[in-house]
């Protein structure tokens, strides 16, 4: 492993001038979990490391109770979104997702911010936050932007982020009332593995409990990127929520996917797994509607 040089910014400007003035040649290191073992596997050789952890920032999600807004700090760890009453209770299928990454020693470094810059089409944090109509919010030199996060996966390992910008957050519009979503990581075990297919379901009921009126279908690892199976969502939104239409919606989805063989799993196998798990994602996603 190459000698590197560890600088510990203290403010979101500072970060960005070290990371200019190093040229490209130093990374950003939030939780380190992905980013040292590239450096450990030889696939990354930076001449630098510019800490994110002592900038300060939000150590919790913020809900805004004017705008209902959600704020979720980049760099909070998967373990205290996990632990926030907040989302356990408002956000199921941001808590399905994040308290099954890797380990609760992993959870307890790794950063939510550090899974959506990784892009890799496994993110489990992806998924939900896509559900959930995300923005990113992003800190240059030149100022900040907003994107939605539909639009900032790029491809595998590739994300809208230019020089030395940083994610500095995760915004999350207000949710409709009768709104339920949960996901699932499919794969061989549930613990210390990235999953082989994610699946999120996001729906919004009428006042009939019945009818939906908002339909999110999120799929990773079934294409190079993170996406909506926007098909199936415009097939469920105007219909009556039952097994019937999640099963139809699931077929729709399966086809919108473009799953791939690969270690984790064959593609026949993947494609067959979106529709049966859309089906049981949607069935829990009208049950937390409900309640
Ligand atoms: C044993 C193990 C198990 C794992 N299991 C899972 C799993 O189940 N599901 C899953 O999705 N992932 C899993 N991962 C991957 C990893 O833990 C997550 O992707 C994690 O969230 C990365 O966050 P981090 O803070 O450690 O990122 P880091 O490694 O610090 O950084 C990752 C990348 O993002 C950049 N970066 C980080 N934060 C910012 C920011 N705010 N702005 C700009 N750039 C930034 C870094 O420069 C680097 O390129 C696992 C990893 C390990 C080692």
Redesign the pocket.
Known sequence: MRNFTYLVPRSLNEAISMHESRRGRA???????????KIKEGKLAPDGLIS?RHIIGQDRPFLNAETGELYIG??MT?RSIERSPLIQHRYPILHDAVK????VQ?RN???????L??A?P????AIPLIALDGKAHIYGAKGDRLIDLTRFFLGPGQCD?QGA????EIIIPPIAPRTGGAYV?HGRREA????MLGVGVLLSLEADMATCTKARICLGVAAPTPFRAREAEAYLTGRPVTEETLAEAGRIAAGESRVRDSIRGVAWYRREMVGVLVKRMGILALERAKR
């Open positions: 990374k950003y290191i939030a939780g380190g979990t992905d980013v040292l073992v994110l980049a760099f998967h099954n990454i890797g380990s992993i470094v790794a950063t939510i911010g550090g899974n810059v990784n890799v496994s993110a489990d944090g982020l910008e940083i994610l500095t990581k210390m593995e990235l999953p």
